[in-house]
């Protein structure tokens, strides 16, 4: 039975570090998604009538809010 323990401890431990790193990558990922997003609003309002660009700006922002609460 200790023989089970020890090789789920280790299991456990392997999948906490992964879950960990996997987590920082996610994180780094969130904020490359938030500086495209800034760049690519910072385009189209320079390309846009102010009233369009505030539109679509706020559609492109609620966007990728739902896609990166997932």
Known sequence: MERLN????LQ???I??????LRKK????NQEN???LIELNQ?????KDPNE?????SNLSS???????S
């Open 34 to 36: 938030q500086q495209l």
């Open 12 to 14: 456990n431990c392997y």
């Open 63 to 69: 966007s990728s809010f739902a896609s990166g609460q």
């Open 16 to 21: 906490v570090k992964e879950n960990e790193r």
């Open 43 to 47: 385009k189209l309002s320079k390309t």
């Open 26 to 29: 996610a994180e780094i990922l």
């Open 6 to 9: 020890a090789k789920l401890y």
């Open 53 to 57: 660009s505030k539109q679509g700006s």
